[in-house]
C-alpha cells in the first residue's frame, strides 16, 4: 500500500479528534484574531442606533436550543444594544420550542438593565400561526396578544401607548433558525412596510442574501460571525465592555476553518497524486 | 446530531432556572424547603455534560448510551411542545373562552371541530373525516400564501434583477456595475439551464455551462456557511463543558 493510499484511507475519527483540539485550544488559549464588520452587520447596527430614545423595536426569537450558540449571543448583544438606547422592545417567538431561550434571554439583560416588564419591554410570548400571527400583528398586536408571556394584560401597558400595530415600530429584527425570516418579509414587511432586519444561523444566511440585494431586508447578522460582528461593535461603541460568547467562540471558528481548508486542498492534491500513480501502474 | 444535543442538554440547562423562578414567585409561607436546592444547578449541569458526551459519542461509533440519549430527547421534545401549545394555544384560545363564556364563544366550536376531525387520521375505518379539516387548512393556507410568496419571492425578486447597468440608485461605481452584470449573466444563464424544452447544446449549451458554475458557487458558499453552522454548535457546547462543568474562565 503506497503512501497515498494508506493517507485516503486514514481513520476519520483522526479528523475529529484535530477538529475538537482545532476549537478547545483557542478557547482556552485566545489569540484575539481581528473581527472585520460587514456593511449587512453595520447596517443592523445602524438602524437599532439610529432608533430616538424611547422609540420602539420589535424582535422576534424564532430559534430554539438547537441554534443557541448561533442566535443566543447575537439576542443578547442585540437587547444590550437596546436596553443601553432606551429603545422600548417588544419580543415574541413564533417557534414553541423557543420560549424557555427566549424568556432567559430577555430575562437576563432585562435584569441587568434593571428594566421593568410592561413600560421598558414586553415579552409576549409564543403565539401559534405563524402567518396569521404576523397579519394579525399589522392590524393589533394588543389584540393578537391580549395577554404578554406574564399572563398581564396588554391593553394596560405603558409600552404599547404609542404603538400598536407593525408599522408604528421604528425597526423589527427576527432572529431566526429556520425559514421564518421569509415568512415575515412576505406577510408582514411586504404587506405593512415597516424597516426589517435579520439574524440568522450560517446555515440560512445563504438563503437570506437575496433579500438584501432587493432592499427587503436592511441589514442582516449571519451565524455566529454575524453575532462577533455585533458584539463588536456595541463594544467598540462603548455600551459594554465584557465580550460575548461570540467572540470569544472567533478564534476556534478561524483555526477550524483554515483547517478544513487545508483538509481540503491536502485530501484532493492526495487524491488527484493516487489516480495518478493508479493510472502508470496500469499502463 | 448536533441539534438533537443542542436541545438536550439546554432542556437540562433550563431546570434548574425554571425551578429558582417558581419558587421566587410563590408567596413566603408557600416556600417549600425542598423545592430548590443549589444541588439542583449542578445535578442539572452534569446531566448536561454527560448528555453532551452521549451525543459526541456517536463519532466514535454507534451506541447504545447514544441510542438513550437521542431518545431521551425526543421523548422531552414532544413533552415539552405538547405543555407549550396547551398552555400556550389551546387553554387561552379554545378551552378558557368556552369554559368561562360559552354563548359569546360558542363559534369556537367550527375550529375545534375542524381540529378533532384531524384526529380521525389515526383511524383507517373514519379518516376521510380528517379531509374536512385539511381541505379548510389547504384552501386558507394557499389563499393566504400564493399572492403574498408570489409578490414578496418572485416579482420583488425579479423587480431587483431589472437594474440599470449604470446609474439609477446604484451609482457609477466599477464594483456597481460589475455587480449589476454578474446578477443579469447569473439569472440567464440559471434559468437557461434549468429549461430543459432545448437541448443543451451550442450556445444553449455554453450559456447553461455558466449556469452551472454560478450554481457551483452557490453550492460551495452554502457549504462554508454549514461547515461555520456547525461548528459553531461545537463551540457553544465546548463554551459550556469548559466554563460550566469545568469552572475554567474563558476569555
Redesign the interface.
Known sequence: MSFYDRMMQIDR?WI?LL??LA??IP??K?MGMPIKITPPAQAIFDKVDAIPEGGNILIAMDF???????LYPMTLALLRHCFYKKIKITLLTLW??G???AE?ATKTIAEEFGAVSGEDYVFL????GF??VI?TMGESIKNTFP?DANGNSTGEMPIFENVDKLNDYDFMVDLAAGASV?VW???G???YKFPMGAGC???S??QYY?YL????LDGML????GAAEYEKMITDAGYTKQ?G?A???MD??SI??LM?VIIVIVTNILFFMQRRIKKEEEV | MDTFMANTVLFAQLIPDRITEIYANLPADQHITWIYNPTMHWIGIWIAALLTFAMYSFLYKDNVVYKFAEHLYVGISVGYFICITWFNVMKPNLYDPLFTDFSYNKILIIPALFGVSMLFRLSRQYSWISRYGLAYMVASGAGLAIPAMIQAMILRHMWSTFVPLWGGQTGYTFMSIFSSIVIIVGVLSVLIYFFFSLEHKGAIGKISQVGILYLMVTFGTAFGYTVMARISLLIGRMQFLLEQWMGRQLG
Do not use: C, W
Open positions: 475519527r475529529f477538529v475538537l476549537v478547545v478557547l482556552l485566545p430554539d436550543p438547537a441554534s443557541k450558540p448561533e414553541p420550542s420560549m424557555g431561550l432567559k410570548g409564543y403565539k401559534a402567518a396569521i397579519l395577554k421569509e418579509i412576505a406577510y414587511k411586504e404587506r444561523t450560517a446555515v444566511a445563504t437575496p440585494n432587493t432592499g427587503q449571519g451565524g455566529l460571525k465580550p460568547a467572540t470569544m467562540g476556534a471558528q477550524v476553518h478544513t
